[in-house]
């Protein structure tokens, strides 16, 4: 057993290490050969991507509705380890994180200034401004997250598999496959995908603490900074990865819900109270109205570019992001019965995104094209550059580079617990001493690339190694069904067994 964990683990440090060193020593290379292969793909494979999504929302609400939703993620007695708003909470911290602040304003304030087919800064692009934001950040990441989430969840605590991606397999491959060459591909894949996704955001999380700092303080935007900034939030995150899921993690996410819900009100009682509740229900509205239209929207007869841009990076970058997060979010969620378990990680996480965008997007968009422009100049410090014309601003800024800094470190700290156990044939509690390895290994690459300026490089060459993934998690949905029925059909011969 040692012996599976340590290949898995050696292979997958050369693998990344290797990637590392590629985007410092070469940017340039790496920078073509990443950009070129992603091209490729949103150019040729954009239509899989968007159905491929549109697959996982349908198949986690058909699979919530039907007769499997009443099934337990663990044995038919037992509970759940956290409470709602810790499950929420932690299930969130990991999902999105530094995203939301990162984009909250940037997102709505580019579609503002350069909408699709319509004219920038008026009151269309505006209404077209919330609704896009609404549809990258809603319920398909988390339908996406969901399918690898529920899939492990279940082969985890309702079957006694190890907490690998490969587990969620067996139903369909047999478990001597799966403990083979196929099973240890997989698993080196989705660390790959979470060391890359997560040293990307964390990188960029880096870069508007920086930015906030500079805006609130005059601190300078420079290196030394960033290493400071690395090094502080690095102790915080393994002294949290460290004291494990209920002490750090938990409480931190907490910490994270406590801080942005704060952050919502005040933004809410000084921004356009009015203008920010007729933007969210007008935004719900037209997202309800448009969803299947949306989610399989080209142009096959024109310009596709948009779609590359937005839509399909959205979509990809999700992928990228769904075996960390899925992991993550299956460690959590012992005890729900399926049907309360994707209600709770597809809904109730997408509407905290709809409130968060319609408050600070229509904060940003409220200030006119001149500012929307100024501020989109630096993504990193859109939202410094709005709140400057807010009242409170100061104060809304502050507690935005809090919560940037709380998100950072839940973000961080969670992916380090995942790397552990992805590396630990599936261990629900890895060592110390794999996840320090880890959390090290993080922060040396979100800092190596930063400098590299491989950050955005990163991002994309995450995205296009991800593709793989997106028919591996297709190919998931089918094995999760085919469990489920048999769990359902031996059950029924129990009852009948009992009754007769």
Not at 210 to 217: A, D, K, P, Q, V
Not at 253 to 269: F, P, Q, T
Not at 453 to 461: E, F, P
Request: proline share 3%.
């Amino acid at each position: 057993m040692k012996g599976k964990d340590n290949s898995v683990f050696l292979i997958s440090l050369i693998v990344v290490f290797s990637i590392s060193l590629w985007g410092i020593l070469a940017p340039e290379g790496f920078g073509q050969v990443a950009n070129g292969l992603f091209a490729f793909l949103t150019d040729k494979f954009g239509w899989f991507y968007l159905l491929a999504m549109f697959f996982f929302v349908i198949f986690m609400f058909g699979i919530a509705v039907s007769k499997f939703g009443q099934i337990r993620l663990g044995d038919d007695d037992s509970k759940p380890e956290y409470s709602y708003i810790s499950w929420f909470a932690m299930l969130f911290s990991a999902g999105m994180g530094i995203g939301l602040v990162f984009w909250g304003v940037a997102e709505p304030l580019n579609h503002f200034m350069a909408p699709m087919n319509m004219e920038a800064g008026t009151s269309e692009a505006a209404n077209f401004a919330i609704y896009t934001s609404f549809f990258h950040w809603g319920i398909h990441p988390w339908a996406n997250y969901s399918v690898i989430a529920l899939a492990l969840a279940y082969m985890q605590f309702r079957k006694g598999k190890p907490g690998l991606i490969s587990s969620i397999f067996i139903p369909l491959l047999g478990e001597e496959k799966v403990k083979g060459p196929i099973g240890k591909t997989i698993d080196i894949l989705a660390i790959f995908a979470t060391v890359a996704g997560v040293a990307t955001s964390l990188g960029l999380g880096v870069l508007q603490i920086n930015g906030g700092l500079n805006y609130l303080f005059g601190i300078p935007i420079n290196t030394t900074v960033s290493i400071i900034i690395i090094v502080i939030v690095t102790v915080l995150f393994m002294i949290s990865a460290v004291s494990g899921l209920d002490k750090g993690i938990k409480i931190l996410s907490n910490a994270n819900v406590g801080i942005a819900a704060l952050l919502m009100i005040i933004a809410l009682i000084v921004g356009p109270t009015v203008m920010i509740l007729n933007s969210l229900t007008n935004g719900l509205g037209m997202y309800l109205g448009n969803i299947i239209q949306e989610s399989m929207k080209l142009e096959p007869f024109g310009d596709n570019s948009w779609f590359g841009g937005w839509r399909i990076f959205y979509w990809a970058w999700w992928i990228a992001w769904a075996p960390f997060v899925g992991v993550f979010i299956a460690r959590i969620s012992k005890g729900r019965t399926i049907r309360e378990f994707i209600i709770g990680v597809t809904l109730v996480p997408a509407l905290g995104s709809f409130v968060w965008f319609a408050i600070f997007g229509t904060i940003g968009i409220n200030l006119g094209p001149e500012i929307a422009s100024e501020a989109i100049q630096v993504t990193e410090t859109a939202f410094f550059v709005v709140m400057k014309h807010v009242p409170y601003g100061n104060l809304i800024s502050m507690i935005a580079v809090i919560l940037l800094g709380t998100f950072f470190v839940t973000s961080a700290d969670s992916a380090t617990f995942v790397l552990g156990m992805l590396s630990s044939n599936g261990d629900l509690n890895p060592s110390t001493q794999k996840k320090i390895i880890w959390g090290a290994i993080q922060s040396l690459m979100a800092f190596s690339l930063m400098m590299a300026g491989g950050l955005s490089v990163l991002q994309i060459a995450s995205i296009a190694a991800a593709f793989p993934f997106a028919i591996v998690m297709v190919f998931a949905c089918f094995s999760l069904l085919k469990a489920l029925r048999e769990d359902s059909v031996s059950a029924e011969e129990s009852s009948k067994r009992i009754a007769s």
